[in-house]
């Protein structure tokens, strides 16, 4: 925030000034009592298994400026305090009020899968001729945009938004705070289905980025996916369709991979761009196609654009490839659905190096009903590719073992439950040309696993 005073946070939050000095300025917002960057303002949050409100004292000794509450009717401090119905509510308040001020464009990224990964490469195509903000880490909830947003700098000429979803109406919330000019659905997969139910919910939920979408906005729709590719924008808005398909505005062509790494040709109109992208898998291209797209609805050359796709090489955990020992480790264990999964060992089938091919696998999370299905496939799926050994982690992914030993049983299958067995396990069975994925849901914590591999 710049220069955001108590008495605006009075403003945007409706709330009450219990005691301080309202003309107090506040440039962060901060949700954990333990790290403050400088005249924050701490919002206690009150979650499933505690309540930050027992953390205010803790929040003004390390150096919050001011504290919002909903548990308390008055106070002698000298520091402000300002009573409010909802401590989440107000932040989101907050949130909205801070991006009203902004005159920046912000682009809006949502999905199944990708989102992350999609951010990254939208903002490294921008740029190219933009200073560029963009959503750090995670903070893609309604707890995390508002926060987000309040960090934009005047700076800043334009704005990548990951917007996330785990439940019914929550998309809708942060995406009338983002209030966004552009709009990205990545894909429409079974991520979170346990809590929405079905696929087509998923969808409908996934639309509902457009409630914050602008007036003469632009929505961009991965025009290869079933569920998208015939979906319209909302009326007052622009509809732009990437991929791979003929029905694509900006269309991949010649799709190859070498040694791993996507090549093609970006076409839109007569326009025609050679790329080969610095990550792995062919699921990138679509990545980089919607990447291309709205840097050039911004403005940009894509060739121009193209350029800095071709430097982008990723980031931690998410198909991070280290060569150490003789072994090429190939960490993503960032996160996994069935998709992803199979994104994964695609990026393994094609390590021609490889004198043999390990898939260390944990449990998929928030798959619903069909979980156990979900695992089973992805076993068939590996069942007909180029995979020497398999090695599971937790109950779920041992559904992936039973596949394997159905279809495939020239495939070595190891089964472990704790991550301790595992290591030790690999710290035998691994050797020089060996290639190895990691890949699983983050609680699963399979990323420290794989540490472990590649910083020898």
Request: charged share 25%; proline share 4%.
């Amino acid at each position: 925030m710049v220069n955001m005073t108590v008495k605006e946070i009075l403003s945007a939050t409706g709330g009450k000034l219990l005691c301080g000095n309202e003309d107090t300025v506040l440039e962060h917002i901060s949700i954990d009592s333990r790290n403050m960057k400088g005249n924050d303002l701490f919002v206690p949050i009150i979650g499933e298994r505690q309540d930050a409100h027992h953390f205010i004292g803790q929040a003004f000794d390390n150096g919050a400026a001011a504290v919002l509450t909903s548990e308390h009717d008055a106070m002698e401090s000298f520091k402000p305090w300002i009573r409010v119905e909802d401590t989440k509510k107000a932040l989101q308040a907050i949130g909205s009020y801070y991006r009203d001020s902004l005159k920046l464009p912000l682009v809006g990224i949502t999905g199944s899968v990708g989102k992350t990964t999609t951010r990254e490469m939208v903002a490294c195509a921008l740029s190219a001729c933009y200073t560029v903000y963009k959503t750090p880490g995670n903070h893609n909830s309604q707890v995390g945009v508002p926060i987000t947003i309040s960090e934009i700098s005047p700076e800043d000429e334009i704005g990548v938004i990951e917007l996330g979803m785990s439940e019914p109406g929550e998309l809708t919330v942060i995406a009338r705070i983002a209030k966004i000019q552009m709009a990205v659905i990545t894909n429409i997969g079974v991520t979170h289905i346990e809590q929405l139910g079905s696929q087509e919910n998923i969808y409908r939920e996934k639309l509902t980025i457009q409630d914050g979408l602008m007036e003469g906005g632009i929505l961009f729709l991965n025009g290869d996916d079933p569920l998208l590719k015939t979906t319209k924008a909302k009326e007052g808005c622009k509809t732009i369709y990437y991929g791979t398909g003929e029905n694509c505005d900006y269309r991949a062509v010649d799709v190859r991979l070498e040694e791993g790494f996507p090549a093609f040709t970006a076409v839109f109109g007569q326009k025609r761009v050679p790329l080969r992208l610095a990550v792995m898998g062919s699921h990138n291209v679509l990545n980089a196609m919607v990447s291309l797209a709205v840097a050039s609805e911004c403005g940009i050359p894509m060739e121009e654009a193209a350029e800095c796709l071709q430097e982008f090489t990723g980031f931690k955990n998410r198909q991070q490839i280290y060569d150490v020992a003789g072994m090429t480790i190939i960490d993503d264990t960032y996160n996994a659905s069935p998709v992803s999964m199979k994104a994964g060992l695609e990026v393994l089938g094609s390590i021609t190096k490889a004198e043999r091919r390990i898939a260390v696998l944990a449990d998929m999370k928030e798959l619903g009903e069909k979980t156990r299905s979900y695992h089973y496939e992805i076993g068939e799926y590996i069942a007909e590719h180029p995979v020497h050994e398999v090695v599971t982690l937790g109950e779920l992914a041992g559904e992936i073992a039973r596949a394997l030993k159905e279809h495939a049983p020239h495939i070595l299958v190891k089964e472990f439950m704790e991550p301790e067995l595992l290591v030790s396990y690999l710290k035998t069975e691994l050797k020089e040309g060996d290639c190895v994925l990691f890949k699983g849901s983050n609680s699963m914590k399979l990323g420290p696993v794989a540490e472990q591999f590649y910083r020898l």
